[in-house]
T-cell receptor, first 114, second 116 residues
Framework: DGGITQSPKYLFRKEGQNVTLSCEQNLNHDAMYWYRQDPGQGLRLIYYSQIVNDFQKGDIAEGYSVSREKKESFPLTVTSAQKNPTAFYLCASSLAGENTGELFFGEGSRLTVL | QQQVKQSPQSLIVQKGGISIINCAYE??????FPWYQQFPGKGPALLIA?????SEKKEGRFTISFNKSAKQFSLHIMDSQPGDSATYFCAARGRHGSSNTGKLIFGQGTTLQVKP
């Protein structure tokens, strides 16, 4: 069945380490997104990609990096430059262009920095 | 900049009551306003959505009311049930050609608890 798969579900990282969160979708969607969720702050956009090999910074891109080498995959790297990386990270996909509407979300990855 | 503001942050309602969550937006270059529902430990899922050319949309117990001139929209949950207990997010999509093209901007979220 179609959907979005995020892994790992839980991740612990020591300060100073980079970590990569995986996001794979089999919905044949062109657009993919990464959001960060913190209590009381809603969902904040980190990066998004409307097409393969292209992506744009969202509102809080500092300390993060992404790649979009395949339509199905949009991994997010949380680098050591991210000052407060402990959060719940959500990946989503949708149709692109004017049809961007319903976002389909994965179940999230919870990152804790020790 | 917070372009979509949502209130209240939390809400407690008795079973059978009406839950009301409000959102206001600051940018007129939005063309689609969805509401998402999120259960603990899960990703959000689309609940109901509206376009600005209509003032109300109803799906079962869920209704969106939209006031274009006031730049406000709200979610009403009629006959609220304990199973409705979740976090609700409003959102606004950037109009094609605007600086927010293709972006969905979310409100801060409302945690709803429906007491049995």
């Amino acid at each position: 069945d179609g959907g979005i798969t995020q892994s790992p579900k839980y991740l612990f990282r020591k300060e100073g380490q980079n970590v990569t969160l995986s996001c794979e979708q089999n919905l044949n969607h062109d657009a993919m997104y990464w959001y960060r969720q913190d209590p009381g702050q809603g969902l904040r956009l980190i990066y998004y990609s409307q097409i393969v090999n292209d992506f744009q910074k969202g509102d809080i891109a500092e300390g993060y990096s992404v790649s979009r080498e395949k339509k199905e995959s949009f991994p997010l790297t949380v680098t050591s430059a991210q000052k407060n990386p402990t959060a719940f990270y959500l990946c989503a996909s949708s149709l692109a262009g004017e049809n961007t509407g319903e976002l389909f979300f994965g179940e999230g990855s919870r990152l804790t920095v020790l | 900049q917070q372009q979509v503001k949502q209130s209240p942050q939390s809400l407690i309602v008795q079973k059978g009551g009406i839950s009301i969550i409000n959102c206001a937006y600051e940018n007129t270059a939005f063309d689609y306003f969805p509401w998402y529902q999120q259960f603990p430990g899960k990703g959000p899922a689309l609940l109901i959505a509206i376009r600005p050319d209509v003032s109300e949309k109803k799906e079962g117990r869920f209704t969106i009311s939209f006031n274009k001139s006031a730049k406000q929209f709200s979610l009403h949950i009629m006959d609220s049930q304990p199973g409705d207990s979740a976090t609700y997010f409003c959102a606004a999509r950037g109009r094609h050609g605007s600086s927010n093209t293709g972006k969905l901007i979310f409100g801060q979220g409302t945690t709803l608890q429906v007491k049995p």
